[in-house]
């Protein structure tokens, strides 16, 4: 049995799928042998803890649980999660400082909730640096250099995170335009949010907004704001807001679509059940969901709805009530990725 503390190199996760891997922050390919993902139902090693995938590397490092001699790290797409997780299992030695910052950053990205301005900078710094790596799968599926050309990108970022965690003053243009964002929503917040009622029983937060949504926003989650900026509000995980016009939305957090382990998280219903009822009610068909296996789904309205605030806010309380559990990510049916489908174009 390998060292869990030890050196392995990062690749694509096309390239390794016949050859023995850990998938991080993903499902499995053929070739791996273990996986550390909180995405729903990956077959994660058990005695591993945490919410992120990043936590459930950290917690698998510091077990004395064998494995077998794998040299191999890969991960079907890349986010700070994904890319945090790849970092503690490329370097055979981290600090605790360092390992809890990229806890921090992968936290901070995935749930958009950040224990500090530091964690923000440094999570919109990495997600900045992966971006043309991302890209680079989209823009350039039908190359044939394309995993060779990915893996050099991400390992660059993976050389530069500990600068970028130590330093990151320094990558103030990556970050700038993330905390400007958090920053004005905050301070819209702080102006417009007149009330915050709290229903723990269905994991349910409603919000009651003196102002209308900027033109154009109604058909963005959170109406165009952070979500950052509603989450630092509230824990609950499914988030409702009320304008003085009637306009609504319920938004879902990534928190009921992945394993979450540090608290108990009320399971998702299919606010889809409630469309045909809204739109015979209001007579447009103008109220859309984007179905409840979505990351972050969000039901909502452009056009001004005839229902009252405090109805609205009871018929979503009583649906979430009486309604049947619609997402159980421990027991989710899954689907493949955009990156596990087959592609004989690409690498």
């Known amino acids: 049995?390998?060292?869990?503390?030890?050196?392995?190199?990062?690749?694509?996760?096309?390239?390794?799928?016949?050859?023995?891997?850990?998938?991080?922050?993903?499902?499995?390919?053929?070739?791996?042998?273990?996986?550390?993902?909180?995405?729903?139902?990956?077959?994660?090693?058990?005695?591993?803890?945490?919410?992120?995938?990043?936590?459930?590397?950290?917690?698998?490092?510091?077990?004395?649980?064998?494995?077998?001699?794998?040299?191999?790290?890969?991960?079907?797409?890349?986010?700070?999660?994904?890319?945090?997780?790849?970092?503690?299992?490329?370097?055979?030695?981290?600090?605790?400082?360092?390992?809890?910052?990229?806890?921090?950053?992968?936290?901070?990205?995935?749930?958009?909730?950040?224990?500090?301005?530091k964690s923000l900078k440094i999570a919109s710094a990495l997600d900045a640096l992966t971006e043309p790596a991302r890209a680079l799968y989209q823009a350039a599926i039908g190359d044939a250099s394309i995993g060779d050309r990915q893996a050099a990108m991400i390992n660059d970022v993976i050389a530069e995170m500990p600068r970028v965690i130590e330093s990151v003053e320094d990558y103030e243009t990556l970050w700038s335009d993330a905390v400007q964002t958090f920053t004005r929503s905050r301070e819209s917040l702080q102006r417009t949010v007149t009330c915050v009622q709290e229903h723990d029983h269905v994991d349910l937060a409603a919000f009651t907004l003196s102002e209308e949504p900027r033109r154009g926003s109604l058909g963005l989650p959170y109406w165009g704001l952070a979500p950052m900026a509603f989450h630092e509000r509230s824990s609950a995980s499914t988030l409702l807001l009320r304008s003085p016009g009637r306009h609504y939305q319920v938004n879902m957090r990534y928190e009921s679509w992945v394993r979450f382990e540090s608290r108990k998280i009320y399971e998702r219903r299919d606010l889809g059940g409630l469309l045909a009822y809204l739109n015979n009610r209001d007579g447009d068909g103008d109220w859309l969901f984007d179905g409840v296996q979505q990351m972050m789904p969000c039901l909502r309205n452009r056009k001004a709805s005839s229902i009252a605030p405090d109805s609205f806010s009871n018929l979503i309380i009583q649906f979430l009530e009486n309604a049947p559990a619609a997402w159980r990510p421990g027991a989710y049916s899954r689907v493949l990725t955009w990156i596990e489908r087959p592609n004989p174009h690409s690498a």
């Not at 390794?16 to 996986?35: E, F, H």
């Open 1 to 117: 049995m390998a060292s869990l503390r030890r050196t392995r190199e990062f690749v694509t996760w096309r390239q390794c799928v016949q050859r023995p891997n850990i998938a991080v922050d993903s499902y499995p390919n053929a070739g791996s042998v273990l996986t550390l993902s909180h995405w729903p139902s990956a077959p994660t090693i058990a005695g591993v803890h945490g919410d992120t995938s990043t936590d459930l590397v950290a917690s698998y490092l510091g077990t004395n649980v064998g494995q077998p001699d794998v040299d191999i790290v890969t991960s079907s797409h890349f986010d700070v999660d994904s890319m945090a997780s790849l970092f503690l299992l490329t370097h055979a030695s981290i600090g605790d400082a360092m390992v809890h910052a990229l806890r921090d950053a992968a936290f901070s990205n995935d749930f958009l909730r950040f224990t500090s301005l």
